[in-house]
T-cell receptor
């Protein structure tokens, strides 16, 4: 049973560039959430995708966008990169529940460095 | 917006000592989750608490959810070197699908 996978593991970009990060959820999961984790901080919620739609968004600018595909995999796109976007980007998958927020299975993350 | 605060930020203990981390939310939570992140790793789910006053145990770990559903704690009895890592609480409010993480407590266990 494959867990959550993310690619690439590391990425170096320069200011102003654009980046795409990819995530495949755990088998059987249908919901993907993206988080940004700066060094020494807790993960910050970027957005969540379910049924190929963004259904919840955190306090991140429009430079951050995403997509979910019919096979439940997801992409995170960041445009016009800033130095402050350097962080570990985590993808987490879950199975949508009726009332309670479900256990998140995190991937290993993509370490993005912006120079 | 919702804020989740966690204390202490760092904790060094001698192996065998107990450890507790506390989590406080600015709003009433519908549920709270706890995660552990090893150095260089990713967060791993430990437990979810939903009911007011709920207490759950996992071997040496005891988790509590406050009566007002605004605070929570994680207590580890007789720490071991394998307990090293950062412990995060994460809460959700109402029907929101957004988890708000605390800043974490980094635990160091000295042998």
């Amino acid at each position: 049973d494959a867990g959550v996978t993310q690619s690439p593991t590391h990425l170096i970009k320069t200011r102003g560039q654009q980046v795409t990060l990819r995530c495949s959820p755990k088998s059987g999961h249908d919901t993907v959430s993206w988080y940004q984790q700066a060094l020494g901080q807790g993960p910050q919620f970027i957005f969540q995708y379910y049924e190929e739609e963004e259904r919840q968004r955190g306090n991140f600018p429009d430079r951050f966008s995403g997509h979910q595909f019919p096979n439940y995999s997801s992409e995170l796109n960041v445009n016009a990169l800033l130095l402050g976007d350097s962080a570990l980007y985590l993808c987490a998958s879950s199975l949508v529940g009726s009332t309670t927020y479900n256990e998140q299975f995190f991937g290993p993350g993509t370490r993005l460095t912006v120079l | 917006g919702q804020q989740v605060m966690q204390i202490p930020q760092y904790q060094h203990v001698q192996e065998g000592e107990d450890f507790t981390t506390y989590c406080n939310s600015s709003t009433t939570l519908s549920n709270i989750q706890w995660y552990k992140q090893r150095p260089g790793g990713h967060p791993v789910f430990l437990i979810q608490l939903v009911k007011s006053g709920e207490v759950k145990k996992q071997k040496r770990l005891t988790f509590q959810f406050g009566e007002a559903k605004k605070n929570s704690s994680l207590h580890i009895t007789a720490t071991q070197t394998t307990d090293v890592g950062t412990y995060f609480c994460a809460g959700a409010s109402g029907s929101a699908r957004q988890l708000t993480f605390g800043s974490g407590t980094q635990l160091t266990v000295l042998p």
